[in-house]
């Protein structure tokens, strides 16, 4: 092997080759196979104060590391007998750091290690894991790519899951006996993301939902037989993280252009149906002028549900009404809005890796932000367009005669429902009818009453003169009858005083 793979030894880290590390005792008697510059050995002699044989098959960098070895051999693992080479010697641990893919028999390496491990003695090793969920990503999509380094490095002759590894070491007399695994995030990786979003959402759960989906390289210990080692940590068992694309928020100032240092980023996961996105905005004594929103980092599609603005107050400044023709006569770049259907919020076709829209938000909203704020988006993950073209060409009928069910349950509810109003409807109309007879009856019976009052009035009337015409005739006899009664009164007084 001509390259040289130089690595730093971060002690506390958790790469491969600090995990191998931390197994070795101090003081240990170590055989490192495939020593490299030295970067593990220097580690193990200043450090831990072991004593170091190795073999390196390089010579510059057998002679880099020569100075931290006891004795190192400059010889192809190939081809080397260790036990000549290493007469006499047993070792507390033989060391394969990332070395068994690069040989085209590593079972010849292995089988010559039991003789030379001490009691209790262990092997040490690590390898790529070729199930790593970035490097099947690839290979779903056709791609097997070899790189200077990495999982496909391109002097890599085998390639081993746990399980493939294990089965080796048992066929040349070692077994497992603990397991660590290196882990890596797949956009930390070699393996680019542009894969991720061409796979359904259920497959993509599925690939990154295994155990080993994010261990980038397994590191294990074996003995000989059924012999124990002191506890090694397992694989450790943390979620796998979600993969994710970019959202951005540019704001500019009057008269300036949009600017990269005037924006902020936050992300979204591929994944999730319905999520929620916030960016900030920092104080500035200068309220933007406008915001201009990049959707997401790739093509794709999705489906935007709501948009707000909010203050450092967690006022609510702007709110977008969740037409279509609101943003889509807004100026915007790389994307298209399809048109409204049934379920609410837009649906965005982003066609290119610079999607962009300036947001329709008034100048008032704007001036609020002195003190900073947050735009708070609802949205879909973006979906690749190689799948949306599967999912308009090839929809499951199943689904189609669902839908068409559920329409067809949907349309006889509707029926029976005006069927209820229009039944509800004539009985409304005949209420209605009886009702208005009534108020002809009673209208009749109105006129009727309004008659004989009338007539009963004239009655009154007429009886009121009667009794005037009586009461004046009553006057009249009452004056007659005093004028009478005074006249007889006088009579008799006259007669009587004639008498006298």
């Not at 020593?35 to 044989?53: F, I, K, Q, S």
């Not at 994710?244 to 979204?268: D, I, K, M, N, V």
């Not at 009667?466 to 005739?473: G, V």
Request: proline share 7%.
């Amino acid at each position: 092997m001509s390259h040289v793979y130089r690595r730093p030894l971060a002690p506390d880290s958790q790469d491969s080759l600090a995990k191998l590390a931390r197994l070795v005792r101090p003081a240990s008697r170590v055989l490192d196979l495939g020593a490299g510059p030295g970067v593990l050995g220097r580690y193990l002699a200043e450090r831990l104060g072991c004593t170091l044989d190795g073999v390196e098959g390089n010579p510059h960098a057998a002679a880099e590391a020569a100075p931290w070895y006891r004795r190192l051999e400059c010889a192809d693992l190939e081809r080397i007998d260790l036990a000549e080479r290493f007469t006499g010697c047993r070792y507390d641990f033989i060391v394969c750091a990332d070395i068994l893919e690069h040989l085209r028999q590593p079972g010849d390496l292995l089988a010559q290690l039991t003789s030379l491990l001490a009691p209790n003695g262990r092997v040490l090793a690590s390898v790529p894991n070729i199930a790593y969920a970035g490097l099947i990503a690839d290979l779903l999509a056709g791609e097997f790519r070899y790189r200077p380094e990495g999982l496909l490095d391109e002097t890599h002759l085998r390639f081993f899951t746990l399980t493939s590894l294990s089965r080796l070491l048992e066929q040349h007399g070692l077994e497992v006996v603990a397991v660590d695994a290196a882990l890596r995030d797949v956009r930390e990786s070699e393996f680019t993301d542009r894969h991720w979003s061409a796979l359904p959402p259920a497959l993509t759960r599925a690939l990154l939902g295994r155990p080993e989906a994010l261990v980038y390289q397994f590191i294990v210990a074996a003995a000989v037989g059924s012999e124990t080692l002191d506890s090694i940590p397992p694989i450790p068992t943390c979620p796998s993280p979600e993969l994710r694309f970019a959202c951005q928020l540019f704001w500019r100032l009057p008269g300036e252009p949009y600017r990269e240092h005037a924006s902020s980023a936050a992300w979204g996961r591929l994944g999730e149906a319905r999520q929620r996105v916030a960016l900030p905005l920092p104080p500035s004594p200068i309220p933007p002028e406008a915001l201009r929103l990049d959707f997401a980092d790739r093509p794709g599609l999705i489906r935007l549900y709501a948009l707000g603005l909010h203050d450092n107050a967690d006022r609510l400044l702007w709110e977008w009404d969740g037409r279509r023709d609101s943003l889509a006569m807004q100026p915007g770049q790389q994307l298209a809005f399809a048109e409204p259907v049934l379920s609410p919020g837009a649906t965005v076709l982003l066609a290119g890796e610079d999607p962009s829209l300036e947001l329709p938000i008034p100048a008032m909203a704007l001036a609020e932000l002195r003190e900073g704020g947050e735009l708070r988006l609802e949205l879909s993950w973006p979906m690749s367009l190689d799948y949306l073209a599967l999912v308009q060409d090839c929809i499951p009928r199943r689904d189609a005669e669902a839908m068409r069910a559920d329409l067809a349950r949907r349309e006889e509810e509707l029926k029976a429902s005006v069927t209820a109003l229009m039944e509800r409807n004539v009985g409304l109309e005949s209420a209605l009818a009886a009702r208005n007879a009534r108020e002809v009856d009673l209208e009749k019976a109105l006129a009727a009453l309004t008659t004989r009052e009338a007539e009963l009035e004239r009655q009154a009337d007429a009886l009121r003169a009667l009794l005037n015409e009586q009461s004046a005739e009553l006057a009249g006899l009452r004056a007659v009858l005093r004028r009478s009664w005074r006249e007889r009164l006088w009579a008799r007084l006259q007669r009587w005083r004639g008498r006298a």
